[in-house]
C-alpha cells in the first residue's frame, strides 16, 4: 500500500533530481511530513537524518518512499516547476533538458501524448547546440511554451490568457 505521501516524495525526489530543492528542503519536508503522521516511519526518520548526504543519496533514500506515486502526475508537476524556474532563470535550461530526458527514459521511453514533446529533447537540443536544425534560441522558445502548459501557478494562467 502506497505511504500517504508518496506523491509528495516522487515530486521532491525529481524536484532534487533537477536541483530545484536543496537536500536540506527534502529533511525539512521529512522532519514536517513525520510529525504530522499518528505512525512512526522508519524510512521518513531516516530521511530526517540525511542531512548532509549527497542529493544523489537523499534521491535514493527517497525512492521506497514513493511506491505507489503516479510518477507521470510528479512529472507533470516538475515541468511547471521548471517553467516557473527558468522565468527566473533562463541558464538552467540545458540542465533541465537533461533532467526531462532522464524522466522519459526513467519511463521506458514511452510517455502520454501530453508529455510527447520529452520524447528525444536531449537530442534535439543537442543538436541545436551543434548548429544543426533549430537553434538554441528557438528550443528554449519551445521548450518554455511546452512547459507552460504545466505552470498552474495563477501568475502563468493570467500570462496564458492574455
Request: with cysteine; charged share 30%; aromatic share 6%.
Amino acid at each position: 500500500m502506497p505511504k500517504p505521501y508518496a506523491q509528495e516524495a516522487e515530486l521532491k525526489r525529481l524536484e532534487l533530481i533537477a536541483g530545484i530543492v536543496s537536500g536540506a528542503d527534502v529533511v525539512q519536508w521529512a522532519e514536517s511530513k513525520l510529525g504530522e503522521l499518528n505512525l512512526y516511519d522508519d524510512q521518513l526518520a531516516d530521511l530526517c537524518l540525511s542531512s548532509g548526504k549527497s542529493p544523489q543519496d537523499v534521491a535514493s533514500m527517497l525512492r521506497p518512499l514513493c511506491h505507489g506515486a503516479d510518477s507521470l502526475a510528479a512529472v507533470r508537476s516538475l515541468l511547471g516547476d521548471m517553467h516557473r524556474v527558468l522565468l527566473c532563470d533562463p541558464s538552467r535550461a540545458r540542465d533541465f533538458i537533461r533532467v526531462i530526458d532522464y524522466c522519459w527514459i526513467d519511463h521506458g521511453y514511452t510517455v502520454p501524448d501530453d508529455l510527447a514533446f520529452i520524447r528525444g529533447i536531449d537530442d534535439d537540443w543537442a543538436l541545436a547546440e551543434e548548429g544543426v536544425g533549430r537553434t538554441t534560441k528557438e528550443e528554449f522558445t519551445s521548450l518554455m511554451e511546452n512547459l507552460s502548459r504545466f505552470d498552474l501557478s495563477e501568475e502563468n494562467q493570467i500570462r496564458r490568457s492574455n
